[in-house]
């Protein structure tokens, strides 16, 4: 490992010992240096530690004494944009836009003053100052020589976006997609677009765009989001068996996702509604096997249903019955209606009548709350009580009447 910690040291010396040599304002450019590779030791993606920060406090203040002692040395310009950047590492965006401006003003014709443009721009974004990062981006955009088109378009679009200006952020994202294809950020683009699409509720619009991630970028860090969109959007439009083939290509690649559970969920929604309930019951079932699964208790409602179409009551009484005991309530109308619908199907009427009474009486806005009151007919007429069949069925009447 480079002892940086004794190349200062002996960089010191020459800025100490020989001021007016040539070799000084290199020697604390090299300091300068030292603590920015300093600050990056154990750098990662979080914030920066305490001593990372004083690290790049240190390069400041000696990229500061170098602009000011040696101005018209070749290292001033690119000290001076250095202090920008460093303090952008900082998060310190009103001093490093400071910073960058007096770069532009005093060294427009360095090879760096477009990067610095870009990046005072996205100062200004991250200051949430829109209307000015949007018109510093167009600078950008419109030097035909910028080697940051793209990515001040992307800001741009971004910033648009916080303008609530949807219209004109959809226009630049598309230009990036259709000008510039072969570039990294037209990925991020097409994902952005669909993401806003997808809140703008134009379905078709952000279906198109995510299938364009999905079915082309499998290595972007989109695809996996893409994927699972699109299998939502197949749901939606009640195409079951390709939305299953989208979750399920979904579970395969990202078996650790966060999304994983509802992915899985998805599948064995798609084949219940596809009436193939063996697929449905071994998807709800592997749901059921990932503990602390938000999902146990409605793949347990669904599980419940599948074996009370198959008749096969005692399981479906034992997983109505899990529920009330797991949910706090929270599908409790549904496992009651269950347990109504098992125990009439047994011609079990009194517990029938209890259960679908119970979501009547304590569930009075659940929508199940029709169909339990029309049971509750049924449950009396079939148990020759017909006065109070009769009730039931004029409430129905009078409260369900499209029922």
């Not at 060294?107 to 477009?114: G, I, M, R, V």
């Not at 940051?148 to 976006?161: D, M, N, R, S």
């Not at 409790?332 to 125990?343: I, K, Q, R």
Request: net charge neutral; with cysteine; hydrophobic share 35%.
């Amino acid at each position: 490992m480079k002892d940086y910690e004794k190349a200062i040291g002996a960089y010191q010396k020459v800025i100490d010992n020989y001021p007016e040599n040539p070799l000084a304002a290199k020697s604390m450019f090299a300091v300068c240096g030292s603590y920015v590779l300093l600050s990056e030791q154990g750098a990662s993606d979080q914030k920066l530690d305490k001593t990372q920060k004083i690290n790049i406090k240190k390069a400041i203040l000696y990229f500061k004494k170098l602009v000011d002692k040696y101005p018209e040395h070749q290292l001033a310009a690119e000290s001076q944009y250095l202090i920008g950047q460093s303090y952008f590492r900082l998060e310190s965006y009103e001093a490093a836009n400071k910073e960058l401006k007096n770069f532009i003003e005093k060294y427009s014709q360095n090879e760096l003053a477009d990067e610095a443009t870009y990046k005072l721009g996205v100062g200004y974004n991250q200051l949430k100052q829109w209307d000015k990062a949007v018109a510093t981006f167009d600078q950008v955009i419109n030097n035909k020589e910028s080697k940051w088109i793209v990515e001040a378009l992307y800001q741009k679009a971004g910033c648009l976006y916080n303008l609530k200006q949807p219209q004109d952020a959809i226009l630049v994202y598309k230009q990036i997609m259709e000008k510039y294809p072969q570039h990294a950020l037209a990925v991020a683009a097409t994902y952005d677009l669909a993401w806003l699409y997808d809140e703008l509720k134009d379905d078709k619009a952000a279906f198109e765009n995510f299938s364009i991630i999905a079915d082309k970028y499998m290595d972007s860090q989109y695809w996996a989001d893409s994927v699972y969109k699109v299998g939502e959007y197949y749901y939606k439009k009640k195409d079951y068996e390709n939305a299953i083939a989208k979750f399920s290509q979904f579970t395969k690649q990202q078996p650790d996702s966060d999304l994983f559970d509802d992915a899985q969920f998805q599948i064995g929604q798609g084949y219940y509604e596809l009436k193939k309930y063996p697929e449905a019951e071994a998807a709800f079932s592997q749901v059921l096997s990932r503990s602390g699964s938000k999902l146990i208790n409605p793949s347990l409602l669904k599980l419940g249903n599948i074996y009370l179409f198959a008749d096969r009551y005692a399981e479906a009484t034992d997983v109505f019955n899990k529920i009330l005991s797991d949910s706090g309530g929270e599908l409790g109308a549904d496992a009651h209606f269950g347990l109504g619908e098992v125990n009439l199907k047994q011609q079990k009427f009194d517990e029938a009548i209890k259960e679908f009474s119970i979501v009547v009486d304590k569930y009075e806005k659940h929508y199940l709350v029709p169909k339990a009151q029309y049971n509750l007919g049924e449950a009396y007429y079939q148990s020759k009580n017909y006065k109070k069949a009769r009730v039931a069925y004029t409430k129905v009447a009078i409260f369900y009447p499209t029922l």
